[in-house]
C-alpha cells in the first residue's frame, strides 16, 4: 500500500465517515477518535509531542502515533487522515482553457506552487481540485516524505486508509452547507491560521501562514484578508478548529 494525494483535493465536499480511526497530525500532537463501538463509547484523546529537532516537523507526531496504535487501532481496519496545515502549501490554479490535460494542469500548479513557495515544494506529493468550467482549482502539496512515513506506520498497525486529507480541505467539507457564497472560511490551530475566501461561490483566494500565538489570531484574520486582496469584503467569516482533536473530528458524520 502507498499513499499519495491523488484524490485528496478531488474529494472536496465529501464527509468523513465517523467508523474507524480518525487521526490528526501536526507539529505538536496528534489526534485521535473513534466512533461509537460495540460498547456504546466514543473516544477521543489529544497526545502532545516535542517539536523536532534535526528531523522533518512531522516526524514527532509520526513516532508518537507508532506508539499510540497498539491501543487505538485495535479493532479498526480502516483510518481517516487528517494533515496538519502546517504541513500543507496550498495555492489557488487559475482556470486556462488552453490547459486541459490533466497532466498539463498538474504541471501549472507546480508550476504555481513552486514560484509561491520556492524550493521548498520540490519533489512535494501534489494534489489538484477539478474545478468547474471556468473556475480555478484548489492544488495543495505535502511532503512525500510524510507520507511513505504514514504508510509504513498504519501499515504495521494494519489498518486500511480511507482518506487523507489536508486540514482546509476537511474543514471547507464539514462547513460547505452554511458558508456564506461570498464568505471566508478562517481555520485556527496553533501556530498557523488558515483562509480560503469564496466569491459567487467559487473559491476566490486562499492563504495559510504562521502566527504567534491565539490571542493574536485577531489580528492576523484582519491583516491577512487585507492581503489577500478580494474585490470585496467577505459577507461573514466562519470559523473552524476550536475545540479538541478538533482535527481529528472534523468532517465526520454524526
Avoid at 516535542?50 to 496504535?69: E, F, G, Y
Avoid at 501549472?108 to 513557495?117: G, I, K, V
Avoid at 520556492?118 to 506529493?125: I, L, P, S
Avoid at 464568505?183 to 483566494?205: D, H, I, K, N, Y
Wanted: with cysteine; glycine share 10%; proline share 6%.
Amino acid at each position: 500500500m502507498s499513499l499519495s494525494l491523488n484524490d485528496l483535493v478531488a474529494r472536496v465536499g465529501a464527509p468523513l465517515r465517523r467508523e474507524g480511526l480518525r487521526i490528526g497530525l501536526a507539529p505538536d500532537r496528534v489526534e485521535l477518535a473513534r466512533g461509537t463501538g460495540g460498547n456504546g463509547e466514543a473516544r477521543a484523546a489529544e497526545i502532545a509531542c516535542a517539536a523536532a529537532v534535526d528531523a522533518p516537523p512531522w516526524r514527532p507526531a509520526l513516532d508518537a502515533l507508532r506508539a499510540a496504535l497498539p491501543d487505538w487501532a485495535r479493532g479498526a481496519k480502516r483510518a481517516h487522515v487528517i494533515l496538519s496545515n502546517h504541513f500543507v502549501r496550498y495555492v489557488l490554479v487559475p482556470w486556462n482553457e488552453q490547459v486541459v490535460r490533466p497532466a498539463e494542469r498538474r504541471l501549472q500548479a507546480r508550476n504555481l506552487l513552486a514560484a509561491t513557495f520556492g524550493g521548498t515544494v520540490a519533489g512535494w506529493e501534489i494534489a489538484l481540485a477539478e474545478p468547474g468550467y471556468g473556475e480555478p482549482a484548489l492544488a495543495c502539496a505535502t511532503d512525500g516524505a510524510l507520507l511513505d512515513a504514514l504508510t509504513a506506520v498504519l501499515e504495521s498497525a494494519r489498518l486500511r486508509v480511507d482518506s487523507v486529507r489536508p486540514y482546509l480541505v476537511a474543514a471547507y467539507n464539514a462547513a460547505s452547507g452554511q458558508l456564506d457564497a461570498n464568505g471566508c472560511l478562517a481555520v485556527a490551530e496553533p501556530g498557523r491560521l488558515s483562509l480560503a475566501a469564496f466569491s459567487g461561490g467559487r473559491w476566490g483566494a486562499v492563504s495559510s501562514r504562521r502566527v504567534a500565538s491565539a490571542d493574536a489570531l485577531g489580528g492576523s484574520l484582519l491583516q491577512e484578508l487585507t492581503l489577500l486582496d478580494l474585490s470585496a469584503a467577505p459577507a461573514s467569516v466562519a470559523l473552524g478548529g476550536a475545540g479538541r482533536c478538533a482535527m481529528a473530528m472534523c468532517g465526520a458524520r454524526p
